[in-house]
Nanobody
Framework: QVQLVESGGGLVQPGGSLRLSCAASGSIFSIYAMGWYRQTPGKQREVVAA???????NYADSVKGRFTISRDDAKNTVYLQMNSLKPEDTAVYYC?????????WGQGTQVTVSS
């Protein structure tokens, strides 16, 4: 019903910036919230940021003040602007859409923060 495709990952130096994009298609009308998650080997997938249909946002404490989630309805795209990146931010980032009757996930995009 919903297809999500992430892009924008890559290799950046500490302190650098990166913007991730998540393009949604399909039954977009069914989505009531979207978010970004990240996962590294040996760790559980964790919520990074989320945005509701009403554009209320939530952030993990570890990224508050550095990351910004936004939505462009005209482009059916959710963004994650990541500034002041740290090595600890290195992970595969996944886009998530909460909808009925189920949640949907993108394929993931690798973000590596290293000198």
């Amino acid at each position: 019903q919903v297809q999500l495709v992430e892009s924008g990952g890559g290799l950046v130096q500490p302190g650098g910036s990166l913007r991730l994009s998540c393009a949604a298609s399909g039954s977009i009308f069914s989505i009531y919230a979207m978010g970004w998650y990240r996962q590294t080997p040996g760790k559980q997938r964790e919520v990074v940021a989320a945005i509701t249909r009403g554009r209320r946002t939530n952030y993990a404490d570890s990224v508050k003040g550095r990351f910004t989630i936004s939505r462009d309805d005209a482009k059916n795209t959710v963004y994650l602007q990541m500034n002041s990146l740290k090595p600890e931010d290195t992970a595969v980032y996944y886009c998530n859409a909460e909808s009925m009757p189920s949640n949907y996930w993108g394929q993931g995009t690798q973000v590596t923060v290293s000198s």
